[in-house]
């Protein structure tokens, strides 16, 4: 069956019709016409803009640029040059940007700065470690509510809520909220605590959700006493009493809890920082909450040793911190006291970063403060290899070596000593090779050795250390080597640095880490105001005098120029008569 082609006839528009819709037609024309040339004209007009911004963009990231330069040659020559290259590469890419979106030619999506992908992978690491921290802390059954806990899985900022922030510090302190206790007992429950807030003269009348409560010392003989409270809460409150005091005895399974709740705090603690960075300072978060939580983490009330195991959890946690130099700050604020919190500090810094052994910073700085801390003064005497052993041991083997030959040079005892204790100390960690090391430094003349020790001085002082870093740095040399061309070579060392830079260190001079004045302090400070006032040293007298008289210009009750006027006033009472008179300040 053969298949028919079908053709379809339009009806011809006649010439009437014609007519009559072609004054429409033009006119449609006309105004499509006069449409596309205004958009060709706002298309040129938008195009001028955007080549303006991007100029200024280009132009002012350039001034940037320049600005971030001037102030990373301030910092240590060593860091310099990586710095710089951070700058010059970012400056590239954003030019090739920019030059890209003027011609046109970008298609894909700008990539997204490498800071804040880093930043986005951090948020999300951290969010994903909320929920097992909160299981953790609710599988070894803490003292505090699991509705409360499991809130912060899907809700995180809760943990800085009041109720929370109080929940926690009562967790630490062995205590309770009152209002929980009211909402889980009732007020029949309060005749078994002791209000641990209220205070007739220091806190009268405090606010009704800030109050916590203590258990008293004989509540088992209360309850056993008590017929008002319901026989289910008498079971839940000696159970929660349980808990209570099983978080505050001193056993495993209370430091595993305390251990849930830091690392739980140390998370959140993060996370609302990289959530809040436009309000949140990082001098705050880095400087004081982080490293508190740190040696918290890390340190035992009763310990005497640092354990592998909890460094490690520490050093998991500072893996967090996206920036290295936050996490430095961290490391570098922690043990602002003496002790075994020091010694993690130190244990931390050399085991945070890579390439630590070429590090300049570690090589001039960390690892000789390590020997002036392991190392006490005379006349205490110097540790045990073994002890030395227990703590070389948790750091990196190919650093081991360094503080062993650090030890063996170390100006606070005797070289003999000081050889000794190092050869043990690499018998006992199974390094070897230090006999020609040992003698290869003792083939030193004395001068070229004293030059060597006043040469790391003055690095420290060019880096700008902390002035108490570079006091202490002078002290054990004189200590170790108390002559009088060694105080002459400390004294010329000073008059070398900046003249703010020798008032600091003038005014720590004197004072040792426990808060007791140096022996040699009266007569090494006593040579100095000599010196300072003899007309040989005039041109560094009259810096000090103008620095000193801007000082109480601008302040008259400056701690350094009170400090440093009272110390001369010590030693030489004429010679500070001499300088208060000149500064134009009353004698103290």
Known sequence: MAHETVILKYPVASVEEVQKGWHE???????LEAERGALEQENKVLRALLERVIEHRQKSHSELVLLLSGLVSRLPIN?????????????AHVSEVCAALAKGKVEAVVSQPAILKALEQTRRELMAAVKPAVEALIKLDAPLEKEMLESLIAHPEKFFAPRVVRANRCFLKGQLPKERVLREFGEEALVFFNDMTTDSKLNPRPKPDE??????????????????????????LQALYEKVQGSKASTEAARAQRIACF?????????????????EAPDVIFAQRLPALVEQLVLTGDADSLDDKLIAQAEELLAFVSSTEHRLMVVNNVGKGDGLARTLKYVLRLRTGKDLEHDQVVQSEVIPELVRHLIPAAPQKPPTPKSLAAVLRLIQPELQRQIVRAIMACERIRLEEAQALGRALGQELGLGQFEVEVKTSATLSPEVERQLAWDKIKELIGRRADPAVVAAAIRDRLHAKYEAEEVKQS????????VISLIRIFCQLPYLANGKTDPI?????ESYVSRLTHEKYTAVYT????SLRNMFKAKPDSPTLLNFIALVKWVAPEAAGRLSHEIGMPLP
């Open 25 to 31: 037609l033009n006119s449609r024309v006309r105004q």
């Open 79 to 91: 860091d310099i040059g990586l710095q710089v290259s951070k700058l010059v590469e970012h400056n």
């Open 211 to 236: 109050i916590v409560l203590g258990f008293k010392k004989d509540f088992a003989a209360l309850l056993q006493q008590d017929s008002t409270l319901p026989a289910g809460k008498r079971q839940t």
């Open 263 to 279: 690392r739980l705090s140390f998370i959140l603690e993060l996370l609302h920082y990289y959530e809040n960075q436009n309000t």
């Open 491 to 498: 004294w010329i060392t000073l008059i070398e640095a900046d």
């Open 521 to 525: 302090a009266p007569a090494v400070l």
């Open 543 to 546: 810096k000090v005098v103008n």
